[in-house]
């Protein structure tokens, strides 16, 4: 779909071009004097003796009106076609609740089809998007756009590579034309810096009312990043050059930290140099949390500079709006972080060792707190690393009863939840840093399970429907505001999962298999393909359709025993739900046997193609298909998405990366 935050950049080209389309105001550094360059021909006198717009200045103003009707049209269609989409999507799931075929939803629309296929979906290249370029087993360099991505990229480096050169006076000499380019790149680094921050921030409002993911936001932020190095560079050299060409380049050396203006404007050009430097994909993956810190710290000394150089500049409110972006976000964090974790009690994570390298964390929760499918939280255990929060999905949540609670009749909803305390579980792989410091603990526990105080910051990824007091209210704004895509719409809905990534679907199957038995989705057919390297140490002697038994000959079927037992045991589980477990190195495939018709186990590869065409072809209604695990594992099942003309067939990826 046309995501709604490409035109809402859009439109804040619009305002740079305002800005940086107006008569420029240059400022020279050595008197600190301000004044205003204005072409000679065709310019005019105001009162004063103060020169009046020139023939220039109007052909910009033109261009800049020009330009905003334009992209505030882009965004226009692009919001009421978002709109149009989600309504669609709303009354398909009213229409088809009680509707078994729901042939009319598995018809495909042509142009539809083909903008998916050869633009939505499509990697740059042929197949290759998430599956990253690696370098070793722990370091990547990252993966490629879409091509819908790279044409947006495009678009927008584009746009302010023209912002950048338009209507500069070039035969004017170098004196004029360097301070002109000088004040425009210097305008469009800040102008771009509100997004740039904005797009950042943990708590963008964006990423759930557009229901749009955080990979993409995090894609568009760092080559936000680079445009604003680049033109910071730009700003900066076009000063030195000039003032070097005019008094001689120690003059110019001096200059730069003469003032606080000067030494501000040194500053900020350092630290976004800085910024660009530790920040390729290759550093980012090697050493994360040291790139985190730095990222911080060398973001905090640009706003400093930024603060000095800009404080006598009318382009000092585009830095107030950076400012205010970054404080609330900071704020709503540290509210959140106190909200949840401190009530009658504080919050504790019980930690379990599990089989293949792996970690369960059930967090108990200081005050209730109702999860969906597809959020996640952030965690914080001080005594394991005092510094930071790790993101992790929530494999399971429930509420239980508080023994603490001071029990009295319950008068109403909020009184049962008072009552009541929430239980979250992750499932944790251990890896390098914070998860490695924590395996490391609870394996020297002789039992393998230790108790720690802990911060959950949460949750993200959906608008909570407790944002609205009145149910069907709250039902419906949050499908017209996007949020997590619940698939209540789909009647048959394909889940993938490679390893760790199992955490991410189980939410959706029991989800679905709830709505299907109490008729409130339109989903009749959820399949679950979970694709797991090896089995674990023991043998299972016999058969049984329960994956209680199952997990007894499969390690990695232990990280969700208990909460596939519960999903296995919900009522008409069967009429709905079928499980695809493959194995891709099993010791022997003897050892691999299929429960039931329901739950089937197989050696090896799965075929992605084959799994998406089989489905498709007997698919209920339209088909939601989702994945979440290895970037090689998402392009086979995007790619097999592609190739499905015929039925109406929509792609989702989950994925997590920085």
Same mark, same amino acid.
């Given at each position: ?38 072409? #000679? ?10 020169? &009046? ?47 078994? #075929? ?29 599956r990253e370029f690696q370098v070793s087993s722990a370091v990547n360099v990252g993966t490629m756009p879409t091509r819908f991505q790279t044409l947006f990229l495009a678009c927008y480096i584009g746009l302010n590579a023209a912002f950048c050169v338009v209507s500069i006076h070039w035969r004017s000499g170098s004196t004029v034309y360097l301070a002109e380019l000088r004040n425009r790149t210097g305008v469009l680094a800040v102008v771009n810096m509100v997004p740039l921050f904005l797009l950042a921030a943990r708590n963008n409002p964006l990423i759930s009312w557009l229901n749009f993911d955080f990979d993409s936001f995090n894609l568009i932020h760092r080559w936000? &990043? ?32 003469? &003032? ?101 964390? #059930? ?84 039992? &393998? ?197 015929? #039925? ?11």
């Open positions: 779909m046309f995501p709604l935050h490409y035109g809402c950049l859009l439109v804040g080209f619009a305002g740079q071009f305002a800005a940086a389309g107006s008569p420029l105001h240059l400022r020279d550094e050595d008197d600190g004097q301000k004044s205003s360059y204005q072409g #000679k021909k065709g310019s005019g006198q105001r009162h004063g003796g103060q020169q &009046g717009p020139s023939t220039m200045d109007m052909e910009k103003l033109q261009l800049q009106h020009y330009l905003y009707f334009i992209l505030a049209a882009i965004v226009a269609l692009m919001f009421v076609y978002r709109i149009t989409l989600l309504a669609v999507r709303y009354i398909r799931t009213i229409t088809c609740m009680n509707n078994e #075929k729901q042939a009319y939803f598995a018809i495909p629309s042509d142009t539809w089809q083909f903008l998916r296929r050869h633009l939505l979906y499509a990697p740059l290249g042929r197949t290759r998007h998430s936000l &990043g680079r445009i604003v190095v680049l033109e910071s560079l730009v700003h900066t050299l076009a000063y030195m050059i000039a003032k070097g060409n005019r008094d001689g380049w120690s003059v110019a050396g001096r200059a730069l930290v003469h &003032g606080p203006f000067m030494i501000g404007g040194l500053i900020g050009t350092c630290a976004f140099v800085l910024l660009l430097l530790h920040s390729p994909s290759l550093i980012r993956h090697a050493f994360y949390e040291t790139f985190l810190q730095l990222h911080i710290a060398f973001a905090t000394a640009s706003l400093v500079g930024l603060w000095l150089h800009l404080k006598d500049l009318p382009h000092f409110r585009y830095l107030t709006c950076v400012l205010i972006i970054w404080s609330l976000e900071r704020f709503i964090r540290m509210a959140r972080l106190v909200y949840r974790n401190l009530g009658r009690s504080s919050t504790e994570a019980t930690v379990e060792l599990l089989p293949g390298d792996a970690m369960r964390v #059930k967090l108990s929760i200081a005050r209730p707190w109702t999860s969906r499918p597809g959020q996640h939280l952030f965690v914080y255990m001080p005594s394991i690393q005092w510094w930071s929060l790790h993101p992790f999905s929530v494999a399971w949540s429930q509420q239980e009863d508080d023994l603490s609670a001071e029990k009295g009749l319950a008068m109403n909803r909020q009184d049962i939840m008072q009552m009541q305390k929430t239980t979250m579980s992750l499932v944790i792989r251990r890896r390098t840093g914070f998860t490695d410091k924590l395996f490391q603990k609870v394996q020297s526990s002789p039992t &393998g399970v230790i108790s720690l105080r802990a911060c959950v910051e949460g949750p993200y990824g959906e608008l909570r429907a407790s944002y609205f007091r009145d149910a069907e209210t709250s039902v419906l704004i949050r499908w017209l505001l996007g949020g997590v895509n619940s698939f209540h719409s789909y009647g048959t809905v394909l889940l993938f999962a490679g390893g760790i990534g199992i955490t991410h679907q189980v939410p959706y199957v029991r989800d679905l298999v709830l709505g299907f038995a109490n008729h409130t989705v339109a989903a009749r057919k959820v399949v679950l393909v979970w694709v797991i390297q090896s089995p674990g140490e023991h043998h299972c002697p016999r058969l049984c359709d329960d994956v209680a038994c199952l997990t007894e000959c499969e390690e990695h079927l232990e990280w969700i025993r208990p909460y596939m037992t519960t999903i296995l045991g919900l009522p008409r589980r069967r009429e709905v739900l079928r499980i695809l477990l493959f194995v891709t190195r099993p010791r022997s495939t003897a050892e691999i046997h299929s429960p039931s018709e329901t739950v089937q186990m197989f050696p090896g590869r799965p075929n992605i193609e084959t799994i998406v065409r089989q489905e498709s072809e007997n698919q209920v209604g339209a088909m939601g298909v989702s994945v979440c695990g290895t970037g090689s594992l998402s392009d086979d099942v995007r790619h097999a998405v592609r190739l499905r003309d015929d #039925k109406s067939v929509e792609f989702v990826e989950h994925s997590f990366s920085w």
